[in-house]
C-alpha cells in the first residue's frame, strides 16, 4: 500500500467543525443557502482553510446523521427552500417564527418536507426543458445508488415497520414486485429524485464557493448504516442478516470514557468476507461518492475496520459483545488501487490497540487528538501537546464532547490541577483559548476546533451527548451572539502558526 500522506493533509492547516444544521437561517435550520456561503466568509476572516461538517445524509432516528437512510443520499433539510424560490417553482414563504438557537426538528422536518413537494409540484408545472434535461441527466449519472433510494423511501411510506416486515415480494426485491411499483410511482418516485438533484445542486454550489475562497470541505462516513436503510435493503447479502433480513449480531463499542455500560448502536454488520468477494464493490462506489461531495473525509469509528465489537442482537447493552475481525488493509488496498491516494482522517477514539494503530500508519492517515482528554494521566498521556506527532489531526473536542468551557465547569479537580500545572494559570479565565492556543502550537499538520470553542460557548450549546437517545444534534447559533473578536484572534494565531493558506 502507498503509506504517504495525503498532500493536503502534510501541510500546516487549521479550520472550525460546525455542521451545517447549525447554521442561522430564516427556516427552522441551516441549510445550504447564502447561510452557508456567510459561513465560508467568516473562515477566511478567521484565517481557516478548512470546514468540517457532519455527515450529509438523511438524519435517522433521534435526528441523527449517523442513523441514515441512506449512505448516498443528501439530507432534504438542508435543501435551501430559497432557490426554489428563485427558480420559480415554489410560491414566496412568509417567515415561519422558528427557534434561532434549536432545530425544532418535530415542527421543521414536515413544514420542510412540505414545501419540498410543492416545489416538485412547481418544477412539474413550470420547470424549463433545461432544467427537465438536467435533472435526467442527473438520475441517470446517479442512478446506481439513487433508484434504490427512490424506491426505498416510496415504499416506506406506503408501509407501516422496518423494510423486513414489509410484503415478502417487496422485501426480498422480487424483480416483477418492483417494476409493479415502479409502473404506479412515478411521480412519487421522481419527488425523491427531485430533492437529491437539488440538494447535489446546490452543495456543489457551495463547494465550488468554499475552493474559490481557498476553503476545503471536510466530510464525515459513519463506518455503519442504518438497518432499515435503502443501502441493507438493496444490498442484504453484504450484511449479517439472518433469514428473515433482521440482524442476528450489532455494532457497537464496549464500555469506555463515554458510557459504563458501552453503546448498543443497533447498526447490522458488514459480511466482510462476502464483500471482498467482488472486490468491495459497495465501499468504492460509497468513497468515490463521497469524494465528489468533499476534500477529505473522516472515517467514523477506523479502530472497527481493524476488529469491532459484536453484540448479539439480544442483548439490551454493549456489554455482552466480543471482537471480530475487520477487513484490516485489504479494503484500503483495493480502494486505492480504485481511486488513488485517500484524503482520509481516521478517527481512531476509544480502546486503540497497536494493530488499530499499525493499521492506520500503514494507511498513512492522520489519527486524531483530543486535548480534553488530555489531563487524566501523567506527561506520557498520547493527547497531551508535546506528544503529539506531524501525521495528526488534533481538536479541542468533538460533536460528542462538551464545548471545552462546559468540559472545564466539570472537570474534576485532578484534571483542571494537570492543565493548571501544563497549561498555566490562564486555563482559569479562558480555558478555551488558553486550549485552542496550546494546540495550534503544535507540531500537527491539522488543528480544527469546534465552533463553540472559538466562540466560548458552555455546555448548553453541546451538540451531542453519546448514548442519550433524545435532545440532541439541535443546536444553533445566531451572529447576533457572535461579535468580530474570536474570528480576528484566531485569525492572528493562525498567522503566527504558520496555519494560513
Known sequence: ????????????????????????????????????????????????SMWQILPLSPAGPGNSPYQSVSAFAGSPLLVDLEDLVQMG???????????????????VAPWRMAHLRKAWDGFNLHASPESRD???????????????????????????????QWLEPLARRDPQALDEVRRHSSRALGFWQFVQWRFWVQWQALRDYAHSRGVQIVGDAPIFVAHHSADVWAHADQFLLGD???PQVVAGVPPDYFSATGQRWGNPLYNWPVMAQNGYRWWKDRVAHLFQQVDVV?????????AHWEIPASEPTAVAGQWQSGPGTALFAELQQELGPLAIIAEDLGLITPEVTALREACGFP??????????????????????????????????NDTTLGWWRTASSHEKATARAYLGPGVDNEPHWTMITALSQTVANTVVLPF?????LDGKHRMNTPGQATGCWEWR???RQIDHRPAERLLAMARAHGRTP
Open 134 to 164: 438536467a435533472l435526467a441527466g442527473f438520475c441517470t449519472e446517479h442512478a446506481h445508488w439513487l433508484d434504490d433510494y427512490a424506491l426505498f423511501m416510496v415504499l416506506s411510506e406506503r408501509h407501516i415497520g422496518s423494510w423486513p
Open 452 to 456: 463553540q470553542d472559538v466562540v466560548g
Open 367 to 400: 489519527g486524531m487528538r483530543i486535548l480534553q482528554f488530555a489531563f487524566g494521566g501523567g506527561p506520557g498521556n498520547p493527547y497531551l501537546p508535546h506528544n503529539l506527532e506531524h501525521n495528526c489531526v488534533a481538536y479541542t473536542g468533538t460533536h460528542d
Open 89 to 107: 417553482w415554489l410560491p414566496w414563504m412568509p417567515t415561519q417564527g422558528f427557534d434561532h438557537h434549536r432545530c425544532d426538528f418535530a415542527r
Open 477 to 479: 447559533f445566531d451572529w
Open 298 to 306: 473522516r472515517l467514523d469509528h477506523f479502530r472497527g475496520f481493524e
Open 244 to 246: 428473515d433480513f433482521e
Open 1 to 48: 500500500m502507498n503509506t504517504t500522506i495525503h498532500p493536503f493533509l502534510s501541510r500546516r492547516t487549521s479550520g472550525v467543525l460546525l455542521h451545517i444544521t447549525s447554521l442561522p437561517g430564516p427556516n427552522g435550520s441551516g441549510d445550504l443557502g447564502v447561510g452557508a456561503r456567510h459561513f465560508v466568509d467568516w473562515l477566511v476572516s478567521a484565517g481557516q
